[in-house]
């Protein structure tokens, strides 16, 4: 049974930088293609970033773009968001997400097509 554990977030002010971690225990990085979503209270659901399953491949919604970005760290099975520049838009619950399919050679950000996701992690940002 695969299990993503989400990790990560806390609190900064405007224009500070935070990490969140995604990892698939019971699977390998690179069997699934990862997506991160969050959702602000009282807003729908968003897709905020992707990866395909070898990291070749990365999609970024337009406000996140330049500030966000997915690596991996393989010695620890883990993919990772590395947010910066972070704004107070940015608040929300995010959460990561796993999907065993390939879809030729991009990523998706359909939540509806993400089998595996780990509990939310609450990021803020505080003027």
């Known amino acids: 049974q695969l299990q993503i554990v989400g990790s990560g977030g806390g609190a900064v002010q405007p224009g500070g930088s935070l990490r969140l971690s995604c990892t698939p225990f019971g699977s390998i990085l690179n069997e699934h293609g990862i997506g991160w979503f969050r959702q602000a209270p009282g807003k729908a659901r968003e897709g905020v970033a992707c990866?395909?399953?070898?990291?070749?491949?990365?999609y970024y919604i337009q406000s996140v773009k330049g500030r966000f970005i997915i690596g991996r760290d393989n010695g620890r099975n883990t993919a990772f968001l590395q947010m910066n520049n972070l704004k107070p838009d940015d608040t929300a619950t995010y959460y990561c997400a796993a999907t065993p399919r390939d879809y030729g050679g991009t990523c998706v950000l359909d939540a509806d097509l993400y089998t595996y996701w780990g509990q939310g992690t609450q990021v803020t940002v505080f003027t």
């Open positions: 990866v395909r399953p070898d990291f070749y491949y990365t």
